[in-house]
């Protein structure tokens, strides 16, 4: 059952080897490797067929020399390791950057930190030329990183709206309708006849959960005469453990609420665990809506989980896209860039929106925001 | 709830800047900046407090030049991103390696690819000088990986007993005692008096797998007479589906196995499914044993499994303790190098024990082995 090959360490083929089954000079061989500018092409397919005979790999360091390109893509999550690896929203994103990057050969380079600390580190490595640029999400508003990234000089897009602005202007980013999914959510809530619904919200210093707050507030503003009722609002963190305790503090301050918008589905199946031990039930007594669609888990919560869905694995293929081709690598696809489209929207000039959320709310700049929808289930 | 705080982004000090505030000149500033040597230590001291006042970012690719350390540590998984973030294996040694790369003040550069057909340009990024060091694990047999990875020419250390030769010897690796720890499963299982002891492997290209086998040969052999019943033993892959499949096979071929030793605990946990849906008890019908004690799930299956621990994070803060400092490092710790001690022996020479596994097993190397546990719970 074992194989019992056991693969020797072959030695690397040299320049010369290529050069020589190819029956070319070292320069043209060269010139090839480093993108084939200058080479007739059958003398390039030559070329090519030797380097795939031999397993060929150009030594990176010389061919950066010339090119000035490493091929290389770094991911940074202003997380630590410890929810990197806990909450799926951050796998989903990485899977679709990582086919995007495998598409087009680049590597992607994961830099993992502790904590906040660890920045300066990260954007040491970015400044330090082993990166043609870098996708940054998770960010939350008094991080130093976005600063740090700006004079690393790598290009950057950000997932998720950035809270500030760039000295260049803001830069490029990708993000959901956050705030429209929330209204989505909040009017499904109005419309099953309930009237005292709670918002539990994600970590407000990042501008996903600040949004999403600003979605509630609009529809409870439309619905309730413009009197909204701070005691229905519990802040949280987007994690499981958090939706329970802001579950636990809401029915304590409000034995009489009927409906819980959550910021995400960890924090409503946080939320759906206290309300099973207290006895109540859902949705007959609290309808609960997350955000997300975190699959399987928002299927098989029980009751299984009413939620707004966001394509999360499509933001993150969109994001390596913006950053390999730039914006205008979104025409053609079903993606256009600043205009509207069925999918997708270019960012909306948020001034002239109630509730604005400051200067940067103010300066759209050039995001893509992709479309949410509502998923039913037994939940609301 | 909302900080009305926008950081700006800040101009990034320059090299001039923190030896004016010093007063010192930038040659004095860029040596201190390099470690140090051959400064007196009143004026390095005034040049360090003015980096940390100014926040100066030294140039990393400057400052590679002089000392050709980048501070950063590649870590390759040898399986697909999707697998890395499913199986909680992995997020367990990464949680090891990033604590004590972190300490060091060395970054975690995570190399993901969708599959084996990117492993050139993994080795590509390893030689192109981007980090001082690899750590490598999940590596199958016919993987090029280490080949390519040795002519990159970094530093590295394995995670597992590699299953070849190197042309330089053994590589560097730490291992849990996978043969020791299958021993002590099926022991417990024939103690219980169990007869018809069935083995569901891992993916049989990787050591791991192999020695896990082996350790279950190695018994019954002994209690069995020396014969072995090869329709006891199910090739499987280590993922929880691949165990229900290895069960529904297991079941067909012998509908009297009255014992299970699944290679790990997601194969168990796979296995378990199938045997409940049948209407199968466990133990009382069927006993099982797994393999990680991968926590919760461990704990919360339906029956909670018995399994062999092994210390998942361990493994991985000792892979970076030995690429950083070297064998040396394990001195002085509790983690003798090539020497037996409390908690962890050095690699047993294999060609002395049964079912020896070519010519790699006869070669025990510089490797580290980490013992294991027997947790006893319901499943057997």
Redesign the interface.
């Known amino acids: 059952?074992?194989?019992?090959?056991?693969?020797?360490?072959?030695?690397?083929p040299t320049l010369e080897a290529v050069a020589t089954r190819a029956g070319v000079s070292r320069a043209t061989v060269s010139r090839v490797v480093n993108g084939g500018y200058g080479v007739r092409q059958p003398l390039a397919e030559r070329v090519r067929r030797a380097v795939a005979e031999l397993?060929y790999?150009?030594?990176?360091?010389a061919r950066?020399l010339v090119t000035k390109r490493?091929?290389?893509v770094a991911v940074v999550i202003a997380e630590p390791?410890?929810r990197v690896?806990?909450d799926?929203f951050f796998?989903l994103q990485?899977?679709g950057i990582?086919?995007e990057l495998?598409a087009h050969?680049n590597?992607?380079?994961?830099?993992?930190?502790?904590g906040r600390d660890?920045h300066?580190?990260?954007?040491?490595?970015l400044?330090?030329?082993?990166v043609d640029g870098a996708l940054v999400f998770s960010l939350h508003?008094?991080?130093?990183l976005?600063?740090?990234i700006?004079?690393a000089g790598v290009p950057t897009v950000f997932g998720g709206r950035p809270?500030?602005?760039?000295?260049t202007g803001t830069p490029m980013y990708v993000d959901t309708d956050n705030r429209g999914g929330a209204r989505t959510a909040v009017r499904h809530l109005v419309g099953l006849g309930r009237s005292r619904i709670a918002h539990i919200?994600g970590a407000?210093?990042q501008t996903s959960a600040?949004d999403r707050?600003d979605g509630y507030r609009d529809v409870m503003a439309e619905t309730a005469g413009g009197g909204l009722d701070p005691s229905l609002?519990v802040?949280s963190d987007f994690t499981p453990a958090g939706g329970e305790r802001a579950m636990r503090e809401l029915l304590g301050r409000r034995p009489d609420v009927d409906a819980v918008f959550a910021a995400n589905d960890l924090t409503a199946l946080g939320a759906l665990r206290v309300l099973r031990e207290r006895g109540l039930r859902v949705p007959e007594d609290v309808a609960v809506v997350g955000f997300d669609d975190m699959l399987p888990l928002a299927e098989q919560s029980d009751p299984p989980l009413t939620t707004v869905r966001q394509d999360i694995e499509r933001m993150g293929r969109l994001m390596a896209r913006l950053l390999l081709r730039g914006p205008s690598a979104l025409h053609g696809t079903s993606v256009p860039h600043g205009a509207s489209a069925p999918e997708v929207s270019s960012a909306p000039d948020r001034s002239s929106g109630p509730g604005g959320?400051?200067?940067?709310a103010r300066t759209p700049g050039p995001g893509v925001i992709l479309p949410t929808t509502l998923i039913r289930r037994a939940s609301a």
Do not use: C, I
């Open positions: 059952m074992r194989s019992p090959v056991v693969p020797e360490a072959v030695s690397r397993g790999v150009p030594n990176q360091a950066s490493h091929d290389a390791e410890v690896f806990t799926p796998a990485l899977r990582s086919k495998t050969d590597q992607l380079v994961l830099l993992l930190t502790e660890d300066t580190r990260v954007a040491r490595y400044a330090g030329g082993h508003l008094d991080d130093p976005p600063g740090l700006h004079d809270g500030w602005r760039d000295r919200t407000l210093d600040a707050l609002v802040e959320t400051g200067p940067a």
